[in-house]
């Protein structure tokens, strides 16, 4: 039983581009797709793609020469321990060069984007 989906998510993208590959196939639902869409937005990954055959969908890694677009992915709020934060107290990652996806009443979203909508919410995960 996996109690919890995302961080099993981040550990699929994580390990995959540790070991250089491709792309990384995903168990579907609808946040950890909206959370691959933000990452592939903000640049960290390349595209992501849905498999209409079956229940995942496609997530294709970024690389810099031989090293991942990204240097670290981390799961902050877990389900034995949520982390909230108001607007004003969101994290800035890595000064910035990094992105925290919050999930807020507004739906999923950066926290450079919720910072500028003055929402607050649940950080689910950082990646810089």
Excluded: W
Excluded at 40 to 58: L, M, N, R, S
Excluded at 63 to 78: L, M, N, Q, T
Aim: with cysteine.
């Amino acid at each position: 039983m996996m109690t919890d989906p995302i961080a099993d998510m981040l550990t699929r993208i994580r390990n995959s581009s540790a070991s250089h590959r491709d792309e990384v196939n995903v168990p579907y639902s609808k946040v950890k797709f909206t959370i691959a869409k933000i990452l592939e937005k903000c640049g960290f990954v390349g595209a992501v793609e849905t498999k209409d055959e079956t229940k995942e969908f496609v997530v294709k890694l970024r690389y810099d020469g031989r090293r991942p677009a990204f240097e670290a992915v981390r799961r902050i709020s877990k389900p034995g321990h949520r982390v909230y934060a108001k607007a004003d107290k969101l994290p800035t990652v890595r000064s910035a060069t990094g992105v925290a996806v919050v999930s807020t009443s507004q739906g999923l979203m950066t926290n450079m984007e919720a910072k500028d909508r003055k929402l607050g919410g649940e950080i689910i995960c950082e990646i810089y």
